[in-house]
């Protein structure tokens, strides 16, 4: 029996004055082309030996997730290793990296750059990769992806960002931090160690989640107690969320989630060597080597506020919405066609609505290579009826997705019966 079984379970919802900014609901980004990139944004969650755990202190699941509230790591360097298996089909000849230049908006024939963070960082939603982070402060920060033949780094210095891609001998280069969508050391929404993961995972707990304290274990060397999440409600795809807590800081070492359904985890994200020691200075310093295509930050605004409009006059026909602000009424159910999604449902059985407007559940913009990728998602999914008609399901291990054919796509880390009865209610 784990050394802390007896401690009870502590519904995340007795930790509210310690979790700022709590969600009550895990939200997921809708377009069924990223799922994949949704389902990285759960959490993620290790096995752990069962032999030579340490012998730490008894601590309770509050006193843990206060312990993890309370974490103010400022310096540290490390190497994370990132599996993620959402047991997605092999795209093979389907280029995927030209899916993902066409999710980001950027790089190739877009005019972008392929060191763009918002784009490169993507590929950390499938395969096993190796990341070096390090840190020095909320200001100086540096992520490298390290691949077979090149490697990859974003560096934060101050206000500057630098991002640098080996392979292409390509560089992004942005200034004021925070004013341009690469100016981090990565994408808002792209977690990329443990600790991202983990605030995620708490964000979407609440009285639906059970969390418990399920013994101890060793990280990269360090002392950890293990933070067990789990699901109460039944219907989600979500089995088990397993965080591993650095018994003296407080940081999360180590972050898998495992499905529902059993077997391999789903992500599994941990430092195989971590120092909280303060990095060399020369480690937050970059200079482009020679030869080198640098892309200002400056220079992609335009093009972002250019598809923006576009993609805006598309939805509406016009600039503005028929009612003029923008904004449906108070109270009102349903959301107008190219309005941003909807959630229903609470806790772990949260479902994302989106109306995309299109009939036959295919975008509007069936041309060029955007209509091809369509027409080959359709076709990996699965045929369903139900008193909302037909349309199409797609699966994941985790995030699951329905396209009806009246336009409307349901989403969430739920069974495809909860989707069907979730798209016939919305009848």
Known sequence: MAPYESDGSTPAGEAEDVRDG?????RYVVPVAVVGVAAATIGLVPAFAGS?????????????????????????????????DLGLPNLGGLESSRASGALSQGGGDKGGSAADPSSKLLELASGTHTLRVAADGQDKQKISLIE???EYSVIRNGDRVWAYDSASNEAFHATGAGDHKGAK???EDMPA??????????????????????GTAQVAGRDAYKLLIKPRQSGTTVGAISIAVDAKTGMPLKFTLTPASGGAAVVDAGFTQVSFS?????TFDFTPPKGTKVTQGDDLKDEDKARTHGAEKQAWGDEKP???????ARGTEKTAPGTGPRTIGEGWNSIVVLDTGSKGGVPSDTSSKDGAVAGFLDSLGDHVNGKFGSGTFFSTRLVNALMTDDGKVYAGAVTKNALVKAADAGK
């Open 22 to 26: 709590r969600r009550t609901a895990a």
């Open 52 to 84: 030579g755990d340490p012998d730490l202190p008894k601590i309770s699941a509050q006193q843990l997730i206060e312990k993890i509230a309370r974490s103010d790591v400022q310096q540290m360097s490390g190497t994370v290793k990132i599996s993620t």
């Open 148 to 150: 077979k033949a090149a």
């Open 185 to 187: 050391a990565a994408p």
């Open 193 to 214: 160690t443990p600790k991202d993961f983990a605030e995620e995972a708490l964000k979407a707990a609440d009285k639906t989640t059970s969390v418990t304290v399920d």
């Open 278 to 282: 303060r990095p060399a200075a020369s």
């Open 322 to 328: 028929a009612w003029g602000d923008g904004k449906a």
